[in-house]
């Protein structure tokens, strides 16, 4: 496991906000074989007014140290990429596409298995500096989706659920003027696809 600086922090932000490491919903199943994304209706999602979502890799989507898609999971990601749309659908993972991951190497190849984004960041999750490229992604998209349209899936509480909650505490500034290009005038995003 890398050095996480801010995963290392989180605890003096707890003392202030406990509730930061709370997720909004835990998944359960009959068997420890389906804790997992099967348990979540993404179309219900999206009736429930969500317009994309961010997804840990490791052990929510993928072994650890693989880049490809655990089988079982295959029509269940299918079906959130269906409904969301595929560039709504963001793999931030504190390895693929970090500064860990030494030339993007992993991120192109989970990108390719997994037939989605992966964001390219400098600064783990939960850093605020994350959470910036996060948005700058999602506010990049033709139809830019916000923060409380966003649902964020993961398996670490001190990282994914804090990222989580740390978005939904601290919203996004206004969004800048377009560019003539359509696209936000600042703020930047990159990601392996
Ligand atoms: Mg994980």
Redesign the pocket.
Known sequence: MPFNLPGILVPFHLLVHPRLVLPAIVVKGQTQHYKDIRQIDFPALYSAGYRGAVF?????LTVPHEDRLVPELVDAWRECRETFGPDNVLIVSNTAGSHLDIGSIEAESVSHHLSAPVLRHSALKPSYACINAVRAYFASLPRPVRDDELVVV???LFT?VVMANRMARRPAPRTPAPSRSGRPASGSARTAR
């Not at 840990?56 to 929510?60: A, I, R, S, Y």
């Open positions: 840990d890799k490791d052990n929510c993961g398996d670490r994914d």
